[in-house]
């Protein structure tokens, strides 16, 4: 009863009695990318009762879409401990750690095999909806940390855990095209105009551009690696369009960066740029977009409210990704204002100070939520950062699970031996093309044209250097 709208209230609630302790019930692990698998690796290790829930109908069901890239970083840094433990113990054999795979050879040599060893502790097709504690909205407090959390899946099902490891990732949630972060006006009217990032341009999408005039719009890795491929397509036109005005930050520090891949991959573009090859646009700014029959007319408008347009054929968004939480709308989340990561990581992992080679190891501490027992690792972990690196996932992964098993020790003893330097190297991106042609499998009369490459990150979305 209360004494007063202002005044003391007392609120009888109804006795509860949760369905099953939650120490009884499992870890749910949301995505089966790499991060999510390595979580599995090392719950299995210790021993953990675990599930691990995938809304893709395969493991590693976000890279499988852009199979036919290569990563930066060799095989060494792409495996993680636990889940290699476990491998070589049912017999597999690790691929060359020098290799640089595509992201199909991630799958089928490494995730595909790995999901196989966790049998029915893995369920295909199951889309987290949401996310809440067992009775208990994000407003009761009393006994809240006793209860399990509640999952809700698409098709309605409702199941129960101890604790939740979010590796869902981010690559379903792209940017938008306009320049505020907002949609551009017509933006959702011309989706049929528009790919996102990192198309098979040079494969399976061929003839989507082959003969076209095609807008990219962005300044990542992602837009310079589409950018190369179109540019291998000889009657294709190709117009680049950015906010900045100039591409220095893309084209990075050629031959002085301190990630060589990286750096010859500005220095592939710078060329091409140079050349007029590629149709460099600066200060663009997207406004709204507008189809007549099938071209479409994107408008920029500075803000200054200058205008300039360009009529294309196609449009490729490599405008980056962005963390969702609404699956997690029920529970205490504290997240940085600015990049949607906690507030404890957000100054580790800021893009202003930090490239993926200078972040700092990481852990439970750094990842930990007013909501016990919820964390978010791997890609989306880092918000809107695009510094990732598929090995820092790992040692996120290995820290949580350390921590819900009880080893504080283990936990909060976080390590990560990866030089800044040491991890891409163009003169093996270089060697390798000499082997195997291009990313699509492409050999022959063609080994002088750069191999596309791209940063990646662990579960499917953004990019840096995984």
Known sequence: MSSGCCGPTTVELEAFVPQARAESLPVVVIGAGPVGLAAAAHLAERGLVFLVLEAGRQAGASIAR????????????????????????????????????????LVSDYLAPLAKLFGDRLRLGAQVTAISRLGYDRVRTAGRDDVPFLIRLQD?????????IDASGTYTTPGVLGASGLPAHGEAQAAAFVDHALPD??????????GKHTLVVGAGHSAATTLLALAQLEDAQITWAIRAGNASRTYGGGEADALPARGALGTRLHALVTSGRITLVTGFYTHSIATDGDKATVVSRDPSGGEQSITVDRIISATGYRPDHSIAGELRLDLDPILGSTRALAPLIDPNAHSCGTVPAHGVDELAHPEPGYYAVGVKSYGRAPTFLMATGYEQARSVVAALAGDWAAARDVQLDLPETGVCSSNLAEAQEQRVGLATGISGGLLATPLPLVTVAADGGGSCCG
């Open 156 to 164: 309605g099902e409702e199941l129960q855990a101890r604790a939740v």
């Open 201 to 210: 341009v040079l494969g399976a999408d061929r003839d989507t551009y082959a």
């Open 66 to 105: 852009w199979g036919h890239v290569r990563v930066f970083s060799p095989w060494r840094y792409n495996i993680d401990t636990a889940a290699r433990r476990l491998l070589e113990a049912d017999g597999w054999n690790a691929p060359d750690e020098d290799w640089l795979p595509t992201g199909a050879e």
